[in-house]
């Protein structure tokens, strides 16, 4: 015979069918799906080298914009057919493009196959964030995003580490082909353990909700956001990519490379005090303090560029303030979408993910590191008076309402 806490539970477990397993598995992926992209950033010059000529478009501007590109897609269609069934789909579209790329023999095959990978990877961070939401019970909800928000942000220093050790003891193509091995276990492990939660009817057509994020995208306070946001993983990507490079001339080989790649990762769990922070300061304030931060860091880079301790400690401090900036502007997105969180969190990917492709491409312009350092410092505050002007508009507009 059944209690009433048994129903009660019963009911609570079919609301919120996200187990602590499946919401491991789904953290674990999020690390590697985010790893495909900042792989690139270490594995320019080998496999530059075995291909022949500038692979830079190819393995990192060609990723990062069908990435950027497949957050406007996939949000809307994970709304019109569920969260399982996009994850899904586009697990499986990246494992075999992963695999893929570990057999392409020219740059425009490899360009071709980073592009299905960063399109089929831009399914993951948004609908895994909406499913957290949606299908954990609400005490364990807060510690499952900032779980994943994590991840993401740890994929910016393990996947360039991981990529520049793998290439080193075997080979390039072993990077891509040992990621699609871990993505194809991720891929049963989320077939397993991730259940659909339960759905509203579906009243509006797929083509009301691509209309809806063109509308969003338009709203001036999302656009001086997007002004700010762009400037994060450029500049995130393009000080990485340039830095291989010039601590060759400090002196480093490969292998050492690695261990100040490495420093940059304790900074990346800043992440965990953006939420207490932002009850006590306001989402907005911490957001210009990590792109504030940020600056300095660069500034400190700069200065500091022909010291390996100086640029150590510099990089940490850089990396601590776009820490801060994420999860804070990922935040601002969804509150100036509204209602729209959902649409907000696929202009938010997109305009992040734009700022993604461009960085390698700065990074390649030809100009000293040093040169590189103080430009995207000067981004970095132009992001805080980008900022500056949205609080403004927002407290108008609160204050009108």
């Known amino acids: 015979m059944s209690t009433p806490m048994a129903g009660h539970a019963k009911s609570a477990s079919t609301a919120h069918p996200a187990s602590t397993g499946a919401v491991v598995v789904l953290v674990t992926t999020a690390l590697f799906v985010l790893t495909q992209l900042y792989a690139a950033i270490p594995l320019i010059g080998p496999v530059g080298q075995d291909l022949g000529g500038d692979v830079t478009f190819a393995l990192s501007t060609a990723f990062s914009c069908s990435y950027a590109v497949g957050f406007l897609v996939w949000g809307p269609l994970a709304d019109q057919y569920g969260r399982r069934r996009i994850l899904l789909i586009g697990l499986a579209a990246l494992t075999v493009a992963t695999f893929g790329a570990a057999t392409a023999s020219s740059v425009p ?9 960063g ?13 957290l939401v949606e299908a954990t019970p609400p005490r364990r909800r807060a510690v499952a995003i900032g779980a994943m928000s994590t991840a993401f942000l740890v994929a ?3 996947g360039q580490v991981l990529a520049s050790a ?38 509006q057509g797929l083509g009301d909700r691509f209309v809806s994020l063109v509308r969003v995208a338009a709203m001036p306070r999302v656009l001086l956001l997007a002004a700010a946001h762009v400037t994060l993983l450029l500049g995130f990507v393009a000080m990485y990519t340039g830095l291989g490079p010039h601590l060759g001339t400090l002196g480093l080989d490969a292998s050492q490379v690695i261990w100040l790649r490495l420093v940059g990762l304790p900074g990346m769990f800043a992440s965990l005090a953006v939420g207490p922070l932002s009850r006590r300061l306001g989402t907005g304030v911490v957001a210009r303090l990590g792109f504030t931060i ?3 860091g660069l500034v400190a880079e700069a200065l500091l560029s022909s010291s ?94």
Do not use: K
């Open 308 to 401: 390996l301790i100086g640029v150590a400690v510099a990089s940490l401090g850089y990396v601590i303030g776009v820490a801060f900036a994420v999860p804070a502007m990922i935040t601002l997105f969804g509150e100036a979408a509204a209602p729209h969180r959902a649409t907000g969190m696929a202009l938010n990917g997109f305009v992040l993910f734009i700022g993604a492709s461009i960085g390698p491409l700065a990074a390649g312009l030809p100009v000293a590191f040093l040169t590189l350092l103080w430009g995207l410092a000067a981004l970095a505050v132009a992001a805080v008076i980008a900022l500056t002007v949205f609080t403004r508009i927002t407290g108008r507009q609160e204050a009108e309402a």
């Open 294 to 296: 940020a600056a300095v």
């Open 166 to 203: 793998i290439a080193l003891t075997l080979d390039w193509p072993w990077v891509f082909a040992l990621c699609g091995i871990v993505l194809a276990v991720c891929l049963t492990a989320v077939a397993l353990l991730v259940l659909e939660p339960p759905r509203p009817a579906v009243t």
């Open 119 to 131: 399109f089929a990877a831009a399914s993951f961070a948004p609908v895994a964030l909406a499913y």
């Open 156 to 158: 910016g220093i393990l």
């Open 109 to 117: 095959v490899l360009a071709a196959l980073r592009g299905m990978q």
